[in-house]
C-alpha cells in the first residue's frame, strides 16, 4: 500500500510490503517482517522497532556474527547496498 503525507501516531505500522512518501510515524511500534518496503522523505519519531520472521532471523544471525567480532560486523554491513539515503529517511 502507499501512503503519501500521512502522520501515524501511536499503535503499530507494518513496514512489509508498504511505501511511505513523506509521512511522520511518531510514538509508534514499527514492525518489520522481511519484506520489501520504502521510506522516502518520512520522519521517525520517538519509535521503537519490532522484528518477526525472516527479520528476526536476519537478527539472529548478525549477533552470531558479532560474537565472532564486531569488525566482522562492520564488515557485513558495508558490503550490503543502501536501501535509503539520509535525506530521504529521519529517524529522531
Given at each position: 500500500?502507499?501512503?503519501?503525507?500521512?502522520?501515524?501516531?501511536?499503535g503499530e505500522v507494518t513496514l512489509d510490503y508498504n511505501e511511505f512518501v513523506d509521512c511522520e510515524i511518531r510514538d509508534c511500534m514499527v514492525?518489520?517482517?522481511?519484506?520489501?518496503?520504502?521510506l522516502?522523505?518520512?520522519?521517525?519519531?520517538?519509535v521503537r522497532f519490532g522484528l518477526g520472521g525472516?527479520?528476526?532471523n536476519t537478527l539472529a544471525f548478525l549477533?552470531?556474527?558479532?560474537?565472532?567480532?564486531?569488525?566482522?560486523?562492520?564488515?557485513?554491513?558495508?558490503?550490503?547496498s543502501q536501501p535509503v539515503s539520509g535525506q530521504d529517511l529521519t529517524v529522531n
Open positions: 500500500m502507499r501512503f503519501v503525507g500521512q502522520v501515524f501516531s501511536g514492525l518489520y517482517h522481511g519484506g520489501e518496503f520504502s522516502v522523505r518520512t520522519k521517525l519519531t520517538n525472516a527479520a528476526n549477533k552470531l556474527v558479532r560474537a565472532n567480532g564486531q569488525h566482522l560486523l562492520e564488515s557485513l554491513l558495508e558490503q550490503g
